[in-house]
C-alpha cells in the first residue's frame, strides 16, 4: 500500500490489474468488500469506496444478494483506458529521464528494440 | 442497536452474579480456614486436657475454653472481602457499563446475602458445638456468651456484625478510592477525634454509669440492632462516596 | 448519518488544567475513530468522560442521544477496554468472559473462546499469574466479543507483540465487516492503525485539532524533495508544513498536489514521496503546538 495515494485508487487499480492480467475473468465474481478489506488489512468502507468506483465506471456489476461480478466487456474497455494513459504515464517518463541522460530519439528507438528480441 | 427495556432488577442482579463469579475467594477459602482453625483448636484443647490429671483442674481449664476468640478470623476476614469489593471489583464493572448505583445496590445485596450465608453457618456450628458439649472438650468457639444464648439470638448477632464489618469496611474501601491516602489519614484522624470527644464528653457529665446501665437495659440483641443503624449510615455514607468517584491514571 | 456521539464545548478540568479542552465533534455510526494523540493528550480523558467514568466540568454529551452519566441504558451498549484494567482477586480468563455475557447483550461466547486460543490465553491460569501480554490479550478478547454497538478500545495493545497486535487488527477488521458497529480506537502508534481508520480525531493537549475522514487526510500532503533551490522557487506560492534538509537538498511538505501541479514538480526534476499519515499528524501537531508558544 503506497502511502501518497488513496487506498481506495490503490483498490481500483489492483483489481483492474488483475482483470487485465485475465487473473479475474468476466462474469466471475469478485472477491466480497469485507475479504478484501481484510486482505489488504484496510477499512472495509476504504474497500468499498474502491469497489464502488469500478461499478460507477462498468467494470464491475452487483448480482443482488450474491456479490459483485466482472462485467462484459471489461477487460477490453479497460485496456483501451490503458493505452491512453500510456502515453502520458510511461513514454512521456521515458523521454524525459532519456533527455537527462543525453540519449537521442533514435538511440532510444534502438534500445526498444533490443529490449523487445531479448 | 438492541432495544433495551426498562427491568432494573436485571441490572442488579448480574453485579450480584459479578461478586459471586469466583466463589474461591469468598466462600471457599474461608471455610476450608474456618474449618481448619475449628479442628486445630479441638486438637489444642484435647491436647490441653490429656495432660492435666486432676479433674478440678480440669474442670477450670474447660471453663477457660468457653471463652476462645479464634472465631473472629471470619469477621475480619469479611472485612478484607469487603475492601476488595470496592477496590477492585468497583473499577471492573465499570469497565463492564455498571451504573454507580447499581454497582451499590447490587454489591448491598451481596453482602446482605454473605451475612445471611455465613450468620447461618455459623448458627449451625454453634448448635452442635451445644449438643456436643463443646465438641466433646467443654469447648466453646460459635457458642461464646458474647453472641447470645440461644441459636435465634446468635443468629441475629452474628448477622448484625456482619452486616456492620461489610457496610463499614466497603466505606472506608470506597474513601480511599476517592481520596487514596489523604481521605482514609483525614478520615481516621477526624473519627479518633469524634470518638476521644465522645469519651471525654460522657467523661466529663459522668455519665459512664449511665451508659453501662444502657447496655443493660438494651441486652445484647438490642445493642446489635443499634449497630445496624451503624451499619446503614455506613451504606448511604459509602453511596454518597462513591457516587462521585473517578477512575485514578 | 446517525450520530451516536455528539460532544459539544466538553471541558474537563482538573484545577486550572484542562485535560480536554472545548472540545466539539461528533461520532458517526458503523465507523472505525482513530483517536490519536500524544501520551497525556486526554485521550483517556475523553473517553472516560463518553462512558460517565469522569464528570465534564463544562459543555455537552450525547452517547445514542442521551447523557451518558449513570445512564444504564445507554452504558449497556457501551464497551470500554483499556490497558491496565485490574482484575479481581483470583479471577482467571474463563471467569471473565462469564461474567461478560452478563454486561454486554451482544457478547458471544464462541468467538471469545475462538481468540482465546488464537491469542494463547489459558482459560484456567489466576489472572495475576498470566503474563503482560496474556492480560492485554483477554481485553482485547473482551472488547470485541461483547459486540457493543460503541465499542472503545484505548491503548489495549500496548502489551501486545507485534504478532498479536496484527492479529487484532485483522480480527478487529474482519469482524467489524461481519458485525458493523461503532468503534474508537485511540492510540499513539499512528503508522500501524492508519489503513484500519476511517476518521481521525487528533487530540493535543486537550483540544481537537484535527477532525477529518482518514482518505482526506492521506491524500492533503506531499514531500518535495530535490535541489534546494529548485524546491524554494516550487513552494514559493504554497503552504509549508515542514521543512527539511541537508546539504543542497531540501525536503519540503506541502498541501496535496493537482496532477498537474504533479507535471511540472517533476519536470523540474524534483522528486514527489508520500507524508505517512503519523508525519502528517506529527507535524501538524507540532505545528499547533509552536503556534501556541509564539
Given at each position: 500500500m503506497d502511502e501518497s495515494r488513496p487506498i481506495f485508487l490503490q483498490i481500483a487499480e489492483q483489481i483492474e490489474g488483475d482483470i487485465i492480467s485475465g487473473a479475474l475473468g468476466e462474469e466471475t465474481q469478485v472477491p466480497s468488500?469485507?475479504?478484501?478489506?481484510?486482505?489488504?488489512?484496510?477499512?472495509?468502507?476504504?474497500?468499498?469506496?474502491?469497489?464502488?468506483?469500478?461499478?460507477?465506471e462498468g467494470i464491475l456489476y452487483k448480482k443482488r444478494g450474491i456479490g459483485m461480478f466482472v462485467a462484459e466487456g471489461a477487460r477490453a474497455r479497460l485496456v483501451a483506458k490503458r493505452r491512453d494513459q500510456f502515453s502520458t504515464q510511461y513514454v512521456r517518463p521515458l523521454i524525459e529521464e532519456a533527455a537527462k541522460l543525453g540519449i537521442s530519439a533514435e538511440q532510444l528507438a534502438d534500445l526498444i528494440r533490443k529490449e523487445q528480441t531479448a | 442497536m438492541s432495544a433495551v427495556t426498562a427491568r432494573p432488577r436485571n441490572r442488579i442482579l448480574p453485579v450480584v452474579k459479578l461478586h459471586f463469579a469466583n466463589p474461591w475467594t469468598t466462600i471457599t477459602f474461608p471455610w476450608i480456614v474456618m474449618l481448619t482453625i475449628l479442628v486445630l483448636t479441638i486438637l489444642v484443647w484435647m491436647l490441653i486436657l490429656a495432660n492435666i490429671a486432676d479433674p478440678v483442674d480440669q474442670a477450670k481449664t474447660r471453663e477457660g475454653f468457653g471463652y476462645s476468640g479464634s472465631s473472629g478470623f471470619i469477621f475480619v476476614y469479611m472485612i478484607v472481602v469487603a475492601v476488595q469489593s470496592i477496590n477492585t471489583m468497583f473499577p471492573f464493572a465499570q469497565g463492564y457499563g455498571v451504573t454507580r448505583r447499581n454497582f451499590a445496590l447490587g454489591t448491598g445485596?451481596?453482602?446482605?446475602?454473605?451475612?445471611?450465608?455465613?450468620?447461618?453457618?455459623?448458627?449451625?456450628?454453634?448448635?452442635?458445638?451445644?449438643?456436643?458439649?463443646?465438641?466433646?472438650?467443654?469447648?466453646?468457639?460459635?457458642?461464646?456468651?458474647?453472641f447470645g444464648d440461644t441459636p435465634p439470638e446468635r443468629l441475629f448477632v452474628f448477622f448484625a456484625i456482619f452486616i456492620l464489618f461489610f457496610f463499614a469496611g466497603s466505606a472506608i474501601a470506597a474513601i480511599y478510592l476517592r481520596w487514596k491516602a489523604f481521605g482514609i489519614t483525614t478520615f481516621f484522624i477526624a473519627l479518633a477525634f469524634l470518638l476521644v470527644g465522645l469519651v471525654a464528653l460522657v467523661t466529663f457529665v459522668e455519665g459512664w454509669d449511665e451508659v453501662g446501665a444502657w447496655f443493660a437495659r438494651t441486652g445484647l440483641v438490642g445493642s446489635f440492632a443499634w449497630s445496624l443503624v451503624i451499619s446503614a449510615l455506613a451504606a448511604l455514607g459509602g453511596y454518597a462516596v462513591l457516587r462521585r468517584t473517578t477512575p485514578k491514571n | 448519518m446517525t450520530a451516536v456521539v455528539e460532544v459539544d464545548g466538553l471541558t474537563r478540568k482538573f484545577g486550572s488544567l484542562a485535560a480536554v479542552n472545548d472540545a466539539t465533534f461528533r461520532v458517526e455510526q458503523n465507523q472505525i475513530y482513530g483517536l490519536l494523540g500524544r501520551n497525556g493528550a486526554g485521550k483517556t480523558t475523553l473517553m472516560q468522560l463518553l462512558t460517565g467514568q469522569q464528570f465534564a466540568s463544562e459543555g455537552s454529551i450525547r452517547v445514542f442521544g442521551e447523557n451518558p452519566v449513570e445512564n444504564a441504558q445507554?452504558?449497556?451498549?457501551?464497551?470500554?477496554?483499556?490497558?491496565?484494567?485490574?482484575?479481581?482477586?483470583d479471577f482467571q480468563p474463563r471467569h471473565v468472559f462469564k461474567s461478560a455475557a452478563w454486561f454486554f447483550p451482544n457478547w458471544d461466547a464462541d468467538f471469545a473462546a475462538e481468540l482465546a486460543t488464537e491469542?494463547?490465553?489459558?482459560?484456567?491460569?489466576?489472572?495475576?499469574?498470566?503474563?503482560?501480554?496474556?492480560?492485554?490479550?483477554?481485553?482485547?478478547?473482551?472488547?470485541?466479543?461483547?459486540?457493543?454497538?460503541?465499542?472503545?478500545?484505548?491503548?489495549?495493545?500496548?502489551?501486545?507483540?507485534?504478532?498479536?497486535?496484527?492479529?487484532?487488527?485483522?480480527?478487529?477488521?474482519?469482524?467489524?465487516?461481519?458485525?458493523?458497529?461503532?468503534?474508537?480506537?485511540?492510540?499513539?502508534?499512528?503508522?500501524?492503525?492508519?489503513?484500519?481508520?476511517?476518521?481521525?480525531?487528533?487530540?493535543?493537549d486537550g483540544r481537537i485539532i484535527i477532525d477529518a475522514p482518514a482518505d482526506d487526510l492521506r491524500g492533503s500532503a506531499t514531500n518535495v524533495v530535490g535541489p534546494a533551490a529548485a524546491v524554494e522557487k516550487f513552494v514559493a506560492a504554497r503552504t509549508v508544513l515542514h521543512r527539511d534538509g541537508i546539504g543542497g537538498l531540501a525536503s519540503v511538505t506541502v498541501a496535496a498536489l493537482t496532477p498537474a501541479e504533479v507535471s511540472t514538480a517533476r519536470s523540474a526534476g524534483l522528486e514527489l514521496s508520500p507524508v505517512s499519515l503519523q508525519q502528517l499528524i506529527i507535524r501538524m501537531t507540532t505545528e499547533k503546538e509552536m503556534e501556541q508558544s509564539a
Open positions: 468488500t469485507n475479504e478484501f478489506a481484510a486482505f489488504l488489512r484496510v477499512n472495509p468502507a476504504t474497500a468499498g469506496k474502491g469497489v464502488n468506483l469500478l461499478v460507477d | 445485596l451481596y453482602f446482605v446475602l454473605l451475612s445471611a450465608f455465613y450468620s447461618v453457618g455459623l448458627t449451625l456450628l454453634s448448635i452442635i458445638e451445644d449438643a456436643t458439649g463443646g465438641w466433646g472438650v467443654g469447648g466453646s468457639l460459635f457458642s461464646v456468651a458474647y | 445507554v452504558l449497556q451498549n457501551t464497551c470500554f477496554i483499556k490497558e491496565s484494567q485490574k482484575y479481581p482477586e491469542f494463547r490465553v489459558p482459560l484456567k491460569r489466576k489472572m495475576k499469574k498470566l503474563s503482560r501480554g496474556q492480560v492485554s490479550a483477554v481485553g482485547v478478547i473482551v472488547g470485541l466479543a461483547s459486540r457493543a454497538p460503541l465499542t472503545f478500545f484505548d491503548e489495549p495493545y500496548l502489551g501486545l507483540d507485534a504478532v498479536a497486535r496484527q492479529l487484532f487488527y485483522d480480527r478487529l477488521l474482519e469482524d467489524f465487516g461481519e458485525h458493523p458497529r461503532s468503534i474508537i480506537l485511540s492510540t499513539h502508534l499512528i503508522d500501524e492503525v492508519s489503513n484500519l481508520l476511517e476518521h481521525v480525531l487528533v487530540i493535543d
